[in-house]
């Protein structure tokens, strides 16, 4: 059986070859990935972004695809189209580049929102629809999306309902001196991703991913999730809060990070430090915030400052598997 620890580990040393000082990042990738959602990294153009997306889908051994999302983009060079025939006289599919395992949306934010609501489908339900025929994605399938927060001209706002898709929306930011130099002195020659192997197949991802379910999450570390969620929805700078989808996120993902810390039970401090990218997106603040300059970031990190954590009971016992950490609200 698959060791979840020893699986992120190996995949996080395998993508930090390529993506240097950001190892906050790339373990939420991977937890993302565990957790079989979607990822949105918004942050300005170089910082790695496409990196990311490349070198998670080289260690994996999975097939990629590219999609370069621009303003004249149809909902068909996503999906694939249904082609005549002559010699069958039949229709065939030809499917678009969604129909890969490990799919990077670049700029997603360029594309008309007809263009982008054709992911909406894929990201959930995991198939496409063409011509009214279902065709079933590949397993393990990802989205990563990307988009620029600075530059706005020529761009298209993406619509809650496409942002409650994204299991999370993380950022890079620009690399600290030295690791700066040591991303030149790597790229002397030529860039690493060309010699990166797969350490993991898809069979260990995806026996990965149903171990992580396994993760025990206590009564009390439920109630810290939901009471966050819902306390998205009473704040006074938010106009719509977190959906139901929102709560189901910061469990799943923090059984994955449990996983991944050798934990076969989820933490509390798990939970505060996934709610920032699990929830921030899914929030509208209200107008009169908007003013103020009020990010969604703040309010979620002043939420996780006014609700107090589940305090442990008892520390693990040896040997007792899921009857480990009692938490009290």
């Keep these: 059986m698959v060791n979840v620890q020893e699986f992120g580990r190996r995949l996080i040393s395998n993508i930090e070859q390529v993506i240097v000082g950001k190892p906050s990042a790339v373990q939420l990738a991977v937890v993302g990935l565990l957790s079989r959602g979607h990822l949105l990294i918004e942050d300005v153009p170089g910082v790695g972004k496409t990196m990311l997306a490349r070198s998670l889908s080289r260690s994996l051994g999975c097939a990629f ?76 399938f990802m989205v990563l999306a990307t988009q620029n927060p600075i530059e706005y001209e020529g761009t298209y706002s993406l619509p809650e309902a496409q942002l409650d898709r994204f299991l999370m929306r993380i950022d890079l930011g620009y690399p600290e001196l030295r690791d700066e130099i040591e991303v030149l002195d790597r790229q002397q020659y030529r860039h690493p991703i060309l010699d990166l192997e797969p350490v993991v197949s898809s069979e260990d991802l995806l026996a990965a991913q149903t171990k992580i379910r396994d993760v025990f999450i206590s009564p009390a570390v439920k109630e810290y999730i939901v009471k ?77 400052d006014e609700q107090p954590m589940p305090e442990p009971e008892r520390e693990r016992e040896p040997g007792r598997g899921r009857g480990l950490v009692r938490a009290s609200a």
């Design 65 to 140: 695809g590219r999609i370069q999302f621009t303003p004249d983009m149809l909902p068909s060079d996503i999906t694939g189209v249904s082609v005549f025939n002559q010699a069958t006289r039949e229709f065939e599919f030809q499917p678009g580049p969604i129909m890969s395992q490990i799919v990077l949306v670049d700029e997603i934010n360029r594309a008309t929102p007809k263009t982008q609501s054709a992911l909406l489908e894929a990201m959930e339900e995991r198939q496409v629809t063409v011509d009214g025929k279902t065709h079933l994605l590949p397993d393990p």
């Design 228 to 304: 966050l969620v819902q306390k998205t929805r009473q704040h006074s700078d938010v106009y719509l809060g977190a959906s139901p989808r929102g709560s189901l996120t910061l469990y799943r993902t923090a059984q994955a990070r449990a996983a991944m810390a050798d934990r076969d039970y989820a933490l509390p401090d798990d939970v505060k430090f996934l709610a920032p990218y699990v929830l921030s997106h899914r929030l509208i603040i209200s107008p009169s915030a908007r003013l103020r300059n009020v990010e969604a970031s703040e309010v979620v990190r002043a939420i996780l």
